[in-house]
């Protein structure tokens, strides 16, 4: 069994700055791709950045240059630096991680953290 642990949400102003975490454990042999979405009421959930196990990042075109995504493979942890936060980037976030075990592999996903972003 793989448990993924968020942190990180809570409520900030605008042009305010968060730093979400995603930590995995279980018995993981291996974590491909790392992932965050992010689902507004009422919309669709949607990605915000990725990263893959050989760092290569990518970002929905609407956080670019204000979001960062890393992760520390010794920890099995993602992170998400979010600057300049608008309100619009108010959602719950959700980390997604295809995990590799020793039986068995596939995507896994956080319970979610809920970022307000408002004044």
């Known amino acids: 069994q793989v448990q993924l642990v968020e942190s990180g949400g809570g409520l900030v102003q605008p042009g305010g700055s968060l730093r979400l975490s995603c930590a995995a454990s279980?018995?993981?042999?291996?974590?491909?791709?790392m992932g965050w979405y992010r689902q507004a009421p009422g919309k669709q959930r949607e990605l915000v950045a990725a990263?893959?196990?050989?760092?290569?990042?990518n970002y929905a075109d609407s956080v670019k240059g204000r979001f960062t995504i890393s992760r520390d493979n010794a920890k099995n942890t993602v992170y998400l630096q979010m600057n300049s936060l608008k309100p619009e980037d108010t959602a719950v976030y959700y980390c997604?991680?295809?995990?590799?075990?020793?039986?068995?592999?596939?995507?896994?996903w956080g319970k979610g953290t809920l970022v307000t972003v408002s004044s």
């Open positions: 279980g018995s993981i042999f291996r974590i491909n791709t």
């Open positions: 997604n991680l295809y995990v590799i075990t020793k039986g068995t592999y596939g995507d896994y």
């Open positions: 990263i893959t196990s050989g760092s290569s990042t």
